[in-house]
């Protein structure tokens, strides 16, 4: 068996773009020639990739809001995607996608009802598309804290990825992966990327030009040499965006083929993935992590509630936006709660199966008569979808690419706000309770330096756009 082995992982993500009522996705000029960038993005990198063969080979992750809209957008590319998986079950005993919690919200920032319902819709979305339960779990923007490890093992999943200075750990080996000891005596396996070559990958484009020279003249030295004397197996894992693989960077598609393929193959390197990886070898170190971390702001999760050093500009905007919408969660949450109290209906449990109805796999009305156990007159029913469509609304406006980039003019936050109307609308609708005004005046406050728009003028015009609602 080979000592020195490589994995390189995708992932593939783009936020919920379609507008909350028309379900359907707005011209995005800034896509052209495309209509939107999903559009251009699966044209540049999904499609390649997939045509390529690439899924069969690398460790991968597809974010629920990307794979749904592809599945729709064109059905035969996320069934080829899936059989490239398959074809590792079938050969490995194993697969090498991994799930993802679904509307990518940093989970560390979320509450932990709404982190069980993130990993819970993630790991329900992995199982309709790919017909088997998964084996490891990506946090969006690798986010961590023992909360979210300790919900992850409690649903099934054994393995996460992350960086490796979010480890608490002297002397860190990112060559294997560490069992991380969590509460009550559970624990969770951890694959740390290596740095040096996961940072090049993504934002070195001149060392992803030939695959062959980068095996040998980055990765080969890279390889412990006295692990490599003892006989003793190592790891090399490799982490970055998927939309590097053609988008960011074109033709890295055809490198990461040729990598995965000839080049390694060549240099006498397995080419594995972290469950195949388990399979084979035993966890034999430990680690502890870094509460409140992630892969892609070195201030930890800043970056997504206030003004971080990683952000050019004036990041004020994000800690209000931040305020907002956690103080309409609330709203949104107490609303819902008490209607479920009269219904005697368990509020979590209900949500938490929501996702059944989203991916049509049964109709609203038999989940809600599941968890009432008994019938509901009509209009009870249709007060209960209405709040059941504004949890669905509310969670996902804390997708991170909200606060992800530098102002707030972008499309990201604006879809959010959009989001957040729609939720606020489906309240009113279901209960008569007007949440509008409070989240106006708090909108108020965030305001794009780049065009002086402000949250609450989008937040009213969202608001006040005609029916009818889109709903599951």
Not at 124 to 131: C, I, L, M, R, Y
Not at 453 to 460: A, E, L, Q
């Amino acid at each position: 068996m080979l000592s020195r082995a490589i994995s390189i992982h995708g992932h593939f993500y783009q936020p919920p773009r379609d507008d909350p009522i028309s379900g359907l996705i707005p011209f995005e000029a800034g896509a052209f020639p495309y209509k939107n960038w999903n559009e251009r993005i699966h044209a540049e990198c999904y499609l390649p990739n997939v045509q390529l063969g690439n899924f069969e080979r690398i460790s991968f992750n597809i974010g629920p809001t990307l794979f749904s809209w592809m599945k729709t957008f064109d059905p035969s590319a996320t069934r080829l995607i899936v059989e490239q998986d398959s074809k590792n079950i079938r050969h490995n005993g194993v697969g090498n996608a991994i799930a993802q919690s679904y509307h990518h919200t940093i989970l560390p920032l979320a509450s932990r009802e709404d982190k069980i319902t993130q990993v819970k819709w993630g790991i329900a979305d992995f199982e309709f598309h790919f017909g088997h339960k998964p084996i490891g779990m990506w946090l969006p923007e690798t986010a961590v804290d023992m909360e979210t490890l300790n919900i992850l093992v409690e649903n099934g999943i054994e393995f996460t990825i992350l960086a490796p200075w979010q480890a608490k750990t002297a002397h860190l080996d990112v060559t294997e992966p560490y069992r991380v000891p969590l509460s009550e005596g559970k624990s969770i396996t951890v694959f740390f990327y290596h740095q040096g070559l996961s940072a090049g990958v993504s934002f070195n484009p001149q060392l992803t030009v030939n695959a062959d020279d980068f095996i040998r003249n980055v990765v080969i030295p890279t390889y412990m040499e006295d692990k490599g004397q003892r006989g003793e197996p190592q790891l090399l894992l490799i982490a970055s965006d998927g939309e590097l693989y053609g988008h960011h960077q074109q033709f890295r598609d055809r490198f990461l083929a040729h990598l995965i393929n000839g080049a390694s193959s060549d240099a006498a390197l397995e080419k594995t993935y972290p469950a195949l990886w388990l399979k084979k070898y035993p966890v034999k170190r430990r680690a502890s992590i870094r509460d409140d971390t992630s892969w892609s702001c070195m201030h930890g999760i800043e970056r997504w509630r206030g003004d971080c050093e990683c952000s050019s500009g004036d990041g004020s905007w994000k800690h209000h936006l931040r305020q907002a919408f956690n103080q309409l969660a609330n709203q949104i949450d107490n609303v819902y709660i008490a209607k479920m109290a009269q219904l005697h209906i368990d509020p979590w449990k209900l949500r938490n199966s929501y996702i059944h109805v989203v991916l049509g796999e049964l109709p609203a009305n038999d989940l809600i008569f599941q968890n009432a156990g008994r019938r509901l007159d009509e209009n009870v029913l249709e007060q209960v979808r209405l709040l059941l469509n504004a949890q669905w609304e509310r969670q996902r406006i804390f997708t991170s690419c909200t606060w992800y980039f530098d102002d707030f003019s972008r499309i990201e936050p604006r879809n959010s706000i959009a989001y957040a109307a729609q939720a606020v609308r489906l309240t009113y609708l279901a209960t008569g309770v007007d949440l509008s005004s409070k989240v106006k005046a708090d909108l108020k406050k965030v305001i794009s330096q780049e065009t002086g728009v402000r949250g609450d003028t989008i937040f009213m015009k969202e608001l006040q756009k005609p029916q009818p609602v889109n709903s599951f």
